[in-house]
């Protein structure tokens, strides 16, 4: 009886820390984190620390509009993004994404950026 409560305990222990392993984490970005750039540059590429759906990603300017991005997501997971950008002008943006983890969790991320011009 002893040993069948510790298998249980043990697959528990394996069930709560299946989420975070399944989970992805932002290895690298090309636009850091409150940047300020003189241009955009003509892609934005993300590298993640595994193969991860990407279910959306947005552009926006510092009134919140959506700046159009010519870009669907892969259907396929994949570890790195190479996200085309438009010529922006200047100001303040936000690219805000969701991923897609292998146990159908979402989680956002986002980097913001300003253009000096
Ligand atoms: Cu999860």
Not at 93 to 116: K, Q
């Amino acid at each position: 009886m002893k040993r069948l409560v510790m298998a249980i305990a043990a697959a528990a222990l394996v069930t709560l820390a299946t989420p975070a392993l399944a989970h992805t984490t932002v290895r690298e970005t090309n636009i850091a984190e409150n940047a300020t750039l003189a241009r955009a540059p003509a892609t934005f590429t993300i590298v993640f620390s595994g193969a991860t759906g990407l279910a959306n990603i947005t552009l926006t300017d510092s009134t919140g509009c959506v700046v159009a991005l010519n870009y669907t997501p892969p259907r396929q997971m994949t570890s790195s993004f190479a996200i085309p950008l438009p010529a922006l002008t200047p100001g303040a943006y936000t690219l805000a994404w969701r991923t897609i983890a292998h146990d159908g969790h979402a989680m956002p991320g986002a980097v913001h950026f300003t253009i000096s011009g």
